[in-house]
C-alpha cells in the first residue's frame, strides 16, 4: 500500500484492464514546462586538451525538431519536464544510444512526460561519451549520472518540488547499462566534488531497467556497447569484468526493476537474466519481467490491440518499495 492508500494489486489490476493510468494521465494533461540546465558549473572533469563540441542529427527521415541523439557531447544537460501538480518523487531517466550516442531531445521524451503527468518530476540525462576523449574514460557517463543525482538533491525543496529521498533511476537499453552502473556504484568516486551538491548521496530509491544492456562479457554481451565504452580495452577481460554490473554489485544496490523481450534481436535477454540471477543471489529486492514480443523496446501490443502497462508494472512494482509515493 503506498502513501495513497493506492495498492501495487491496483495498479497492475488497472493497467491489465486497459484503464491505463499513465497514458490517460498523460492525455490529460495540460502543457508542461520544461527547462534545460548544465550539470557542472564549468567544464566537466577530465576535459583538458580535447576539443569536442556539441552535436546533435536527426533520427529519422521526417527530420522532427525534437527526435534527436547526439554523437559527441561536451556540455551534459538535464531537460526537466515540471508536473502541474508535483506529488514531491523525482526520477533520472537515462537515455540509450550504445554509447555511440545518447538518443534525447531538448523538450522531454514520452516517458518523461507521461510521468510528468501523474507528478513526478522528471529529469532526462543528456551524458558525454568516452568516445570523446574524455579523461575517465568508461566512467565518464557514470560521472554524469553521480552528479546529476546529486544535483537534484541539492537543490530539492529549492528549484524544483522535489523530495531527495524519493528519486529513481531509470535507463533504457545502453542507458540501462549507465542507470545500473549508477545504482551499484553510486558510492564510488569517479570525480572530485566541485560544490556543497557533491557532498550528497548519488544512490537512487529504487532502480528500473528497460530491455537494459548489463554484461560486457562474452556470455550475451551487445558487443556494439562493449567496443564503444571501453574501446582500446574492449578484449580484456579484467575491463570486461569491471564494467559489468552482474559483476559488480554493492552492498547496498537499491531494489531493482527489468524488463526486456525475449526476441530483442539487439540486445540479447541474457542480460536481464544476467542481472536478476546476480540480484537474487545477493538477495537484493528484484523483480525480472519477460515479453514474447516487442524487440528492442516496450513490448509490443497485445494482438486484440490492448498495449501492454509495461510502465505502470514498474510503478507497480516501485510502490512496494517506496517509490513513488
Not at 16 to 25: D, E, I, N, Q, W
Not at 214 to 221: A, E, P
Request: glycine share 10%; proline share 9%.
Amino acid at each position: 500500500m503506498n502513501r495513497n492508500g493506492t495498492s501495487r494489486r491496483t495498479l497492475i489490476a488497472a493497467g491489465m484492464t486497459g484503464l491505463l493510468p499513465l497514458t490517460a494521465a498523460a492525455a490529460a494533461a495540460p502543457a508542461l514546462r520544461v527547462e534545460r540546465l548544465p550539470l557542472w558549473p564549468g567544464r566537466p572533469p577530465g576535459g583538458e586538451g580535447i576539443s569536442v563540441t556539441d552535436q546533435s542529427v536527426f533520427r529519422s527521415p521526417e527530420n522532427k525538431p525534437d527526435d534527436i541523439a547526439w554523437p559527441h557531447v561536451a556540455t551534459p544537460m538535464l531537460t526537466v519536464v515540471h508536473p502541474e501538480r508535483p506529488n514531491g518523487a523525482a526520477v533520472l531517466i537515462c537515455p540509450g544510444g550504445g554509447y555511440a550516442r545518447v538518443a534525447t531531445g531538448r523538450t522531454g521524451g514520452d516517458v518523461a512526460r507521461r510521468l510528468a503527468a501523474i507528478g513526478i518530476t522528471a529529469f532526462e540525462l543528456l551524458y558525454r561519451l568516452p568516445h570523446d576523449g574524455w579523461a575517465a574514460g568508461p566512467d565518464t557517463p557514470l560521472q554524469d549520472a553521480q552528479r546529476a543525482m546529486r544535483l537534484i538533491r541539492g537543490q530539492a525543496g529549492k528549484r524544483w518540488t522535489v523530495d531527495p529521498a524519493r528519486v529513481a533511476v531509470t535507463g533504457f537499453s545502453a542507458g540501462g547499462h549507465l542507470a545500473a552502473r549508477l545504482a551499484t556504484q553510486a558510492g564510488t568516486q569517479t570525480y572530485a566534488p566541485v560544490d556543497a551538491n557533491d557532498a550528497l548521496s548519488a544512490r537512487p530509491l529504487v532502480a528500473g531497467l528497460f530491455y537494459p544492456v548489463v554484461t560486457m562479457g562474452d556470455d550475451g554481451v551487445h558487443a556494439a556497447s562493449r567496443e564503444r565504452l571501453l574501446g582500446s580495452h574492449a578484449a580484456d577481460p579484467a575491463w570486461q569484468q569491471r564494467y559489468s554490473t552482474e559483476r559488480n554489485l554493492s552492498a547496498d544496490t537499491p531494489p531493482t526493476f527489468i524488463t526486456g523481450n525475449a526476441d530483442d534481436p539487439v540486445v540479447p535477454i541474457r542480460n536481464s537474466l544476467l542481472l536478476w540471477e546476480a540480484l537474487r543471489s545477493a538477495r537484493i529486492p528484484a523483480e525480472l519481467l519477460i515479453f514474447e514480443h516487442g524487440g528492442h523496446g516496450p513490448p509490443a501490443n497485445r494482438r486484440n490491440g490492448a498495449a501492454v502497462p509495461w510502465l505502470d508494472l514498474f510503478l507497480g512494482w516501485a510502490s512496494d518499495h517506496g517509490w513513488p509515493a
